[in-house]
């Protein structure tokens, strides 16, 4: 199942996504400043880890807000939208200073991105759950105080989620977890195609076996990241490669997406001889792009 966190950084892909972080009331909290070119607005977003918030800690948030004062600082660069949601053309100068023009489709002027102003728009993704009767006395007050406010909690996301079965399984050694793991399971969801990565799938207090079997068993693919630490791994790395080799047996179907990542076939040999007839994609040859639209075709081709 996806969680709030997941959703607050594969939302509105359509958009131009900023990183930014944000120091209030002694915590640093990571947002997105999100461009929508289509509409000429722009709109901000926060994430708050943690389940005890209330709602006045949120309007208290809310009211340190002060558009074009504020003291937003950037944080792990910028994501373009996805090419697939972008009506229109991007022209990315890496210079000093760093500009991003657009032209939407039918339209003959390229235009600065940066240009576009943020609206009073705001999302708050928070692990805290709220009453509704909370949820709208946070809206209305916010209201005066010139925000308009979507407040979307880990209760909304299980709601949304739960039509939403994982499309891949992301099975890796949490080595390789920031470099490669994280990295898919981000592009996949921008293509709207929903992967069981633990970071985002599991739960606090969730059974971790019970978790990865369920996600194991449904799931159309299993991504296999594999590397010289998920070879060195003796611990789930390998019960999920068993697990997922059997469903292949039971079923008698092709289910494993073997990532290359600075392996050998003989190293890959080793593991398991049955890997190397399947074939494979080298994530350091053809880097994230690439390998990610190759596993989507792969996911999104299968019944």
């Keep these: 199942m996806a969680t ?4 607050f950084e594969t939302d509105f892909d359509y958009c131009l996504r900023v990183k930014v ?8 909290f990571e947002g ?32 340190s807000l002060n558009y074009g004062q504020t003291g937003l600082n950037l944080d792990g660069g910028i994501i373009l939208p996805s090419a697939k949601q972008f009506p229109g053309q991007l022209q990315v100068k890496n ?4 500009s991003i023009h657009y032209r939407l489709f039918g339209d003959p002027s390229w235009r600065d991105l940066f240009s576009i102003h943020t609206n009073k728009r705001v999302f ?14 946070l809206q209305a007050e916010s209201n005066t105080i010139a925000h308009d406010l979507q407040f979307r909690s880990s209760e909304y996301a299980s709601g949304r989620s739960q039509f939403e079965k994982p499309h891949a399984f992301i099975s890796h ?14 592009n996949l969801q921008r293509k709207l195609c929903p992967v069981w990565y633990d970071e985002f799938s599991l739960k606090l207090g969730e059974n971790l076996r019970q978790s990865i079997e369920k996600g194991l068993k449904e799931c159309k693919k299993c991504i296999l990241i594999l590397s010289p630490q998920f070879f ?5 790395g390998k019960k999920e490669f068993e697990s997922i080799f059997t469903r292949e047996i039971l079923e008698e179907t092709q289910l494993v997406l073997p990532i290359w990542c600075g392996v ?16 494979g994609v080298d994530w350091n040859s053809l880097g994230e792009d690439e390998v990610c639209r190759q596993i989507y075709l792969a996911v999104t081709s299968s019944p």
């Design 124 to 137: 708050l993704y928070s692990e805290a759950n709220l009453s509704q009767s909370n949820i709208e006395k």
């Design 32 to 63: 997105a400043v999100l461009y929508d070119a289509s509409a000429k607005s722009a709109f901000v977003a926060f994430y708050f880890p943690g389940t005890v918030r209330t709602c006045e800690y949120f309007l208290e948030f809310l009211s």
């Design 173 to 186: 050694d949490s080595r390789d977890k920031e470099s490669i793991a994280r990295p898919i399971a981000l």
């Design 95 to 98: 210079v000093d200073p760093f």
């Design 264 to 279: 050998t076939k003989h190293q890959v040999y080793e593991y398991s001889p049955s890997l190397l007839n399947v074939k």
């Design 4 to 7: 709030i966190r997941q959703y």
């Design 232 to 236: 060195a791994n003796s611990g789930w």
């Design 21 to 28: 972080k944000y120091d209030f009331a002694g915590e640093s």
